[in-house]
């Protein structure tokens, strides 16, 4: 059964930037992935997307020029690289895997994904 593991979380100053990665503890992670956050508060928000074969990428209007997402197939890894962290980037980012379809046209809804990470906290200081 599939199970993703979220790090490279932490503390970070305003501006700066921080790796997350997705591993799988299955046999393959060539499934559409996205990554979402949800700060105290609020609602879990969809940031980001990329399909299976990595050609098809997608990025929240809130997080689009900073952050870059990525994967590695053959390691089974995909990765977010957040740049220009704001306090407002502070929260839990999960990433979630749809292991039933090709591409997730609706990417930023939560339902759409039936395996999730346990989270890595992202805290921004100003």
């Known amino acids: 059964q599939l199970q993703l593991v979220e790090s490279g979380g932490g503390l970070v100053h305003s501006g700066g930037s921080l790796r997350l990665s997705c591993a799988s503890s299955?046999?393959?992670?060539?499934?559409?992935i996205g990554w979402f956050r949800q700060a105290p508060g609020k609602e879990r928000e969809g940031i980001s997307y990329?399909?299976?074969?990595?050609?098809?990428?997608m990025y929240a209007d809130s997080v689009k020029g900073r952050f870059s997402i990525s994967r590695d197939n053959a390691r089974k890894m995909v990765y977010l690289q957040m740049h220009r962290l704001e306090p407002e980037d502070k929260a839990v980012y999960y990433c979630a895997a749809n292991v039933n379809q090709v591409s997730v046209p609706d990417w930023a809804r939560a339902r759409e994904y039936s395996t999730w990470g346990q989270g890595t906290q992202v805290t921004v200081s100003t």
């Open positions: 299955g046999a393959t992670l060539n499934y559409p």
């Open positions: 990329i399909g299976a074969t990595g050609l098809w990428k």
